[in-house]
């Protein structure tokens, strides 16, 4: 790590485990990676290589000489989502002792679940939290909530609050 930052290079992986031990002492580690040096991350995509059968799995770059259009990942928070208002508000909209008899009744409690995880992050993110004052939700419907979302999260935020709308 010291060589890499005295070189100002990157160390490039897919942030998840590489090496699986079959030794239960052992905990899975990320022990693959590459290094660069003044490449854009536009130009690079990195994956996992789930053929092998081993206790190791490799990974794969591909340097490409034109941006490589990555899938952008659903975010609900951002660097100043306040995190305790999150845990406060989230225990005060989950009720823990609702009865699941049916089907319809679990299906339902989900995505209710989830409507109330999306409120608490919308609630305690400074940018949508100063939107949601000025409206009277729950009344306000999710397509409102969705195109302010989109406003502030233009490409991330799409599938995850779509998809529960």
């Not at 490409?155 to 779509?162: C, E, G």
Request: charged share 25%; net charge negative; proline share 5%.
């Amino acid at each position: 790590m010291k060589a890499i930052n005295e070189c100002k290079c990157e160390a490039i992986s897919t942030g998840k485990p590489t090496y699986w031990p079959t030794d239960t002492e052992k905990i899975p580690d990320l022990i693959d990676f590459y290094v660069t040096k003044n490449i854009s991350s536009n130009y690079i995509q990195i994956e996992d290589n789930l053929e092998l059968n081993s206790d190791h799995t490799p990974i794969v770059l591909t340097l490409n000489k034109s941006i490589i259009q990555k899938p952008c990942n659903a975010v609900l928070v951002s660097k100043k989502t306040d995190w305790e208002g999150f845990r406060m508000t989230t225990e005060e909209r989950i009720q823990l002792s609702v009865p699941l008899q049916t089907e319809e009744q679990l299906d339902y409690e989900e995505e209710k679940f989830v409507k109330d995880i999306q409120q608490s992050a919308w609630e305690n993110t400074p940018e949508i939290k100063g939107w949601l004052k000025g409206n009277n939700y729950p009344k306000t419907s999710f397509s409102r909530i969705q195109q302010k979302v989109l406003k502030y999260y233009p490409t991330s935020s799409n599938r995850i609050v779509s998809k529960f709308h």
